[in-house]
């Protein structure tokens, strides 16, 4: 299955921690709307029947006006069957749930949100600059409620410094109270060009150390695994049958297409991406030159991706296949660097296929860098 991305990349304010690519200055929006248009009708060939997500992320997608998503949508469904597809999400803040828009929402054919909460506490979310408060939190989500959306995706951040005076195990429980059938739950991490990275530089932030991580990380897993969520990948965790569709096809390595500026597109072992400036993207867009740039990926590049997608799932990687992929010699070398972790008691073993250990899960990038092939 393959799925379509779409990045918008607008927001009203900037995160303290957020290192994705969006600016805060509208003033291209409507002439990018119209150049994301244009990329859908240009690549319309590399959309197959095979299609099965859409998700609309950024940035912030519920800046745009009900009329600039359905000209998007217009394009698309030129191309592709909107009404058959299974799952359309879209990112949507707290303040923008209003019943306006989520009726517009629903009415054209999107069945799934993806808010991001972050927080229920006012001064964590001034802390981090999110636009929201906790009241409209709790409003949007009755009007999420009230309009019928039943597929709901509530993101959260843990793993903020301990000087913050944060309970995160009852804003968790709160946020259970309104029943989503999806959660994603991120540590806080702190990226080079954020606010955040600036601050860690000066050494004027605290950050929470490993030992408190790993709990915060065990209590939340278990907390959602009792409450029936599957915790299906190291930050997601879904009712059974609801998992994301669109994430799931990253992480199986299958086909998608990424269309926006910053959007990254793969296929065919091609791996693109679309320039991350608003301005050239829509510039080279409208006079025709290249707006991406692209890669091959080797067959050891596309062996060290399964490695490393399938360790950050439940589902993990199928270690007869890898093996049948390699020379005798790698063979013999990733097999005693399995054994090696297995002794660790970092990753398990079932049925030749390898996972983390769910309370390791996140030394998940650490395991795969020991794995990684690096013989071409
Ligand atoms: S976290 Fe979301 S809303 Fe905040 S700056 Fe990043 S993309 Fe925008």
Not at 46 to 67: A, C, Q
Not at 270 to 294: A, C, D, H, M, T
Not at 297 to 316: D, H, S
Request: with cysteine; hydrophobic share 35%.
């Amino acid at each position: 299955m393959s799925g379509i991305y779409i990045h918008i990349p607008y927001c009203k304010q900037a995160c303290h921690y957020c290192d994705f690519h969006f600016s805060t200055s509208m003033k291209t929006k409507h002439e990018m709307i119209n150049s994301i248009v244009q990329e859908i009708e240009m690549r319309a060939s590399e959309f197959s029947k095979n299609i099965d997500s859409i998700y609309i992320g950024g940035g912030t997608p519920s800046v745009m006006t009900n009329f600039e998503l359905e000209a998007i949508f217009i394009a698309l469904e030129k191309k592709i069957s909107i009404g058959k597809i299974k799952e359309i999400t879209i990112e949507i803040n707290p303040e923008d749930l209003l019943s306006e828009k989520l009726d517009f929402y629903k009415k054209i054919g999107i069945n799934r949100l993806s808010i991001g909460i972050q927080s229920m506490n006012n001064d964590v979310l001034k802390w981090m600059n999110r636009i929201h408060d906790k009241n409209q939190v709790v409003k949007g989500l009755n009007n999420t409620r009230d309009i019928g959306f039943e597929n709901v995706s509530l993101d959260f951040i843990y793993g903020t410094p301990k000087g913050l005076a944060r309970d995160y195990k009852s804003e968790l429980l709160e946020i259970l109270q309104f029943n989503p059938t999806h959660l994603s739950c991120y540590h806080l991490t702190i990226e080079d060009g954020t606010y955040f990275g600036h601050l860690a530089k000066k050494k004027k932030l605290n950050q929470i150390e490993e030992d408190v991580s790993e709990e915060e990380f065990i209590w939340i897993s278990e907390k959602l695994k009792s409450k029936n969520y599957r915790h299906y990948e190291i930050s997601n965790f879904a009712i059974k049958g609801k998992e994301s569709f669109h994430n799931s096809n990253y992480w199986n390595q299958s086909t998608y297409i990424g269309l926006g500026p910053g959007a990254h597109s793969f296929q065919n072992s091609k791996r693109r991406w679309n320039i991350s400036n608003n301005r050239l993207y829509i510039k080279n867009i409208q006079s025709g030159v290249p707006y991406f740039e692209e890669e091959t990926l080797t067959p050891y590049n596309l062996i060290n991706e399964k490695i490393m997608l399938g360790l950050r799932t439940l589902n993990g990687f199928d270690k007869n296949h890898l093996l049948s992929l390699v020379n005798p010699a790698i063979k013999a070398e990733f097999e005693s660097k399995l054994n090696a972790l297995l002794l660790e008691e970092v990753i398990v073993s079932k049925n030749n296929v390898i996972s983390m250990r769910p309370e390791k899960w996140l030394l998940s990038e650490y395991v795969s860098r020991e794995l990684f092939i690096l013989n071409e």
